[in-house]
């Protein structure tokens, strides 16, 4: 991460790499990719917005209908309205910190730009390959829970035309909500409603989070090039190359201190959608158990209120993880020194591994409104924290 900056188009460039083609494409079908110019780009983001409001609106509706008089479908609805809610956060967050997501990837771009070294880009490489990976499991796994969410309840028209009986089946219910306020009068008007919205907010979810996989395994493999630097210096001191060797330490310093800053901003980038993220699995958790609690003689929405659940339970989990690898990798780099053959470095260079060591002792990590960090214990803690709610929401019941 050199001092010369790299213009807006060449990092554009940059990320139609393969590694990362698939995340720009999805950003740039919601609209979310910082680097894209013109009017376009905002008729997405408000198209996309339109989408998700007006399934809040809808929802609010319902909240106001069934609360206080048929707690089933109020927490049915708060389950749908939490999870537009998330949406919605979402892609505020991240349009509204696109000129901190340009620096990002400028960021990245410029680190692969000035890693020559063989082994360094063969680092990056691999990290980028796991995130490309990932992030195409991603995709598949969120695409298929939205499918089935949306277009399970509409399986037995579909059946009608295929094998039809003496009397035609009915759709599933999507939603027990109050479309008092919708012009929706038959089921084809309700798919294509929950076809759209469902696709929307996929769409917003596999943008933000599968990018947000991309950036945290460039951090990864960052604090992996610092540890190949720092073993690259003890190498070449035991070659008898002092000053080479205080060299390389200066520049994997240098690239930690780097690697921090970058963190940090990603961190302030991503902090509104994950603290909304813990706010609606909380209330995910809470409402969502008494919906299956209620559904439990009727199996097809269970299996579909499970599915909605279990989506969202993963998607904080993945989140959840990606902090946790953070903080061990940097943990790492505080005991890495110690595990080499720091010995035989100058005097001069063991105190620039002071120096390091001294910066790598508190970890680094990620958080959601500055108040929760991301890993999987708290994770666990969230998810206690939740069930106990649901005793409290079963008295109102």
């Known amino acids: 991460m050199a001092e010369e900056e790299m213009k807006i188009n060449e990092v554009d460039d940059f990320f139609d790499l393969h590694y990362f083609a698939l995340n720009k494409k999805f950003q740039i079908i919601t609209g979310l990719w910082p680097l894209e110019t013109g009017y376009l780009k905002y008729l997405k983001q408000g198209a996309m917005a339109s989408v998700i409001i007006w399934n809040l609106i809808l929802f609010s509706h319902a909240l106001g209908t069934f609360c206080g008089t048929n707690m089933d479908y109020c927490c049915e609805n708060m389950i749908a309205f939490v999870y537009s809610t998330s949406a919605i956060f979402k892609l505020i967050g991240i349009s509204t910190t696109g000129a901190k997501f340009t620096v990002i990837y400028r960021m990245i771009a410029r680190n692969w730009r000035n890693t020559t070294d063989k082994v360094e880009r063969s680092i990056l490489e691999k990290y980028a390959l796991i995130s490309k990976r990932l992030s195409l499991i991603y995709i598949i796994a969120f695409s298929c829970i939205a499918t089935i969410v949306t277009q399970l309840p509409f399986i037995p028209l579909l059946l009608n035309v295929i094998m039809p009986l003496n009397e035609s089946r009915e759709a599933i219910i999507v939603i027990n909500t109050d479309y008092s306020i919708t012009p929706y009068t038959k089921s084809g008007h309700l798919w294509v409603h929950y076809s759209l919205t469902g696709t929307t ?144 470095l100058p005097i001069k260079s063991k105190k620039l591994i002071l120096f390091f060591m001294g910066r790598t002792i508190r970890p680094s990590y990620y958080t959601a409104g500055g108040l929760y960090i991301m890993n999987v214990q708290n994770f666990a803690s969230i998810i206690k924290t939740a069930v106990s709610y649901i005793a409290v929401v079963l008295q109102f019941r």
């Open 201 to 344: 907010t996929a769409a917003v979810f596999i943008a933000t989070d599968a990018t947000f996989l991309l950036v945290v395994f460039q951090i990864l493999a960052i604090f992996e090039v610092v540890k190949q630097r720092i073993r690259q210096a003890v190498l070449v001191a035991q070659e008898s190359s002092e000053q080479k060797s205080y060299g390389i330490l200066i520049k994997a310093v240098q690239l930690h201190k780097d690697a921090i800053q970058f963190l940090q901003l990603t961190d302030e980038a991503n902090s509104l959608q994950f603290f909304a993220g813990l706010g609606g699995t909380i209330f995910m958790i809470s409402f969502g158990s008494i919906a299956l609690l209620i559904r439990m003689d009727a199996y097809a929405d269970l299996f579909r209120v499970v599915i909605l659940t279990m989506g969202y339970l993963f998607q904080l989990f993945i989140l959840c993880l990606l902090g946790e690898l953070v903080i061990n990798a940097s943990t790492e780099l505080f005991n890495f020194p110690m595990l080499t053959d720091w010995h035989v």
